[in-house]
Every structure is written in structure tokens, then in C-alpha cells.
């Protein structure tokens, strides 16, 4: 199992990005996850509604997103199989 620790919402951003996603007003995602005792919900939470508030998960304008990274880095901090689909989805919305 995973540690639930501040660390590790900042682990898994850097591998998103690594992975090639690009994250819109960053910052206050990042502020929001550290507020949040659950931060794998509010992370979910964020990509479905976060457009609202301006904050967006995206393909960068290359396209150059490894998909199978993303989806191993959302295994890795055990988000489940819906979560994954859910935000993979709302990475295509935006095209």
C-alpha cells in the first residue's frame, strides 16, 4: 500500500506531467490537494468539475502524452480502473 502522505499527491503530479499532461492554474490544484484529507477524491474531483475554476488536465498541443504512463502512474497511486477511465476521458474533452 501506498503512504496517504502530503508527499505523495506532489509525487504523483510530477509523474502526470512527466507522462506529458499539462495542468492549467497548477498552483491552487496544488494548494486544494494539500487542504484535502483524501486527496485521490478531491484529486478525481478536480479533473471531472475543476473546468469551473479553471483547472484542467490536457494533452499539450504536440499530443505527446504517454497514455500507458498515465495509466500505470494512476494504478501506481491506486486509483481505481473508473477513476482512470474518468480522467482519461476528460483529458479528450478539451480537443
Do not use: C, N
Not at 504523483?12 to 495542468?23: M, N, V, Y
Not at 492549467?24 to 475543476?50: D, K, N, P, V
Not at 499530443?63 to 476521458?89: K, Y
Amino acid at each position: 500500500m501506498g503512504s496517504l502522505s502530503y508527499e505523495s499527491f506532489e509525487e504523483f503530479l510530477e509523474q502526470l506531467k512527466a507522462a506529458g499532461i499539462s495542468i492549467t492554474r497548477e498552483q491552487e490544484l496544488r494548494e486544494r490537494l494539500a487542504e484535502a484529507q483524501a486527496w485521490r477524491y478531491a484529486f478525481m474531483t478536480l479533473a471531472a468539475h475543476g473546468r469551473s475554476i479553471g483547472i484542467r488536465f490536457q494533452e499539450p498541443e504536440e499530443g505527446v502524452v504517454d497514455a500507458a504512463r498515465v495509466r500505470d502512474t494512476l494504478a501506481q497511486f491506486q486509483f481505481p480502473e473508473s477513476s482512470q477511465q474518468v480522467f482519461t476521458a476528460s483529458l479528450k474533452s478539451w480537443h
